[in-house]
């Protein structure tokens, strides 16, 4: 099973900043089979970035994906008050899929 | 609209079962390959299952195998998880999702959610 880890844990930012996210792999990640998803409190999750780096349908280009083989970065290039939420990782490239624990972005 | 909506959950006792629903629209479900997901609460993401498009193929996380079954009907646009010996630790919100891709992208990212069904696990 690859194992994700993702760094930092809760990232305290002001509107407007950078964010940016770390996810890493225990092994490399096939083929950038590589997604990141944004939740809020009480919602599903919703797909962001798929293959490392393409964005999903109707996602702000605010929003960027970077990386391959075992580590990944979601980069938010200027928060806007709705991205304060909780951000996922998943890898899809093997049979036993995983997601990281999370990273949490909050309002500083 | 594409939507997916989850029924079945509810309170459970330890190693009851409990069959999870989830019905499909707006999209064409016999070409996509659908997934079970659940979260604890308070937790994060944890994948349970995945089925292919055409039911041939399914796999499941280590933590649910030998318990857990899924399963589709695509004449009814409706994807099952018919979950046996169930435990405390199975307690979370469960969520189907679709594939970004169809037929053999079985294994791919989470486009589309449904809003989950919650399912405790207590005596």
């Known amino acids: 099973e690859i194992v994700l880890t993702q760094s930092p844990g809760t990232l305290s930012l002001s509107p407007g900043e950078r964010a940016t996210l770390s996810c890493r792999a225990s092994q490399s990640v096939s083929s950038s089979y590589l997604a990141w998803y944004q939740q809020k409190p009480g919602q599903a999750p919703r797909l962001l970035i798929y293959g490392a780096s393409s964005r999903a349908t109707g996602i702000p280009d605010r929003f960027s994906g970077s990386g391959s083989g075992t580590d990944f970065t979601l980069t938010i290039s200027r928060l806007e008050p709705e991205d304060f939420a909780v951000y996922y990782c998943?890898?899809?490239?093997?049979?036993?899929?995983?997601f990281g624990p999370g990273t949490k972005v909050d309002i500083k | 609209q594409v939507q997916l909506v989850e029924s079945g959950g509810g309170v459970v006792q330890p190693g009851r079962s409990l069959r999870l629903s989830c019905a499909a629209s707006g999209f064409t479900f016999s070409s996509y390959g659908m997934h079970w997901v659940r979260q604890a609460p308070g937790k994060g993401l944890e994948w349970v299952a995945v089925?292919?498009?055409?039911?041939?193929?399914?796999y499941y996380a280590d933590s649910v195998k030998g318990r857990f079954t899924i399963s589709r009907d695509n004449s009814k646009n409706t994807l099952y998880l018919q979950m046996n010996s169930l435990r405390a630790e199975d307690t979370a919100v469960y969520y189907c999702?679709?594939?970004?891709?169809?037929?053999?992208?079985?294994?791919?990212?989470?486009?589309?959610w449904g809003q989950g069904t919650m399912v405790t696990v207590s005596s």
């Open positions: 998943q890898q899809y490239g093997s049979s036993q899929v995983t």
């Open positions: 089925i292919s498009y055409d039911g041939s193929n399914k």
């Open positions: 999702a679709k594939t970004l891709r169809y037929f053999d992208w079985l294994f791919d990212a989470f486009d589309i």
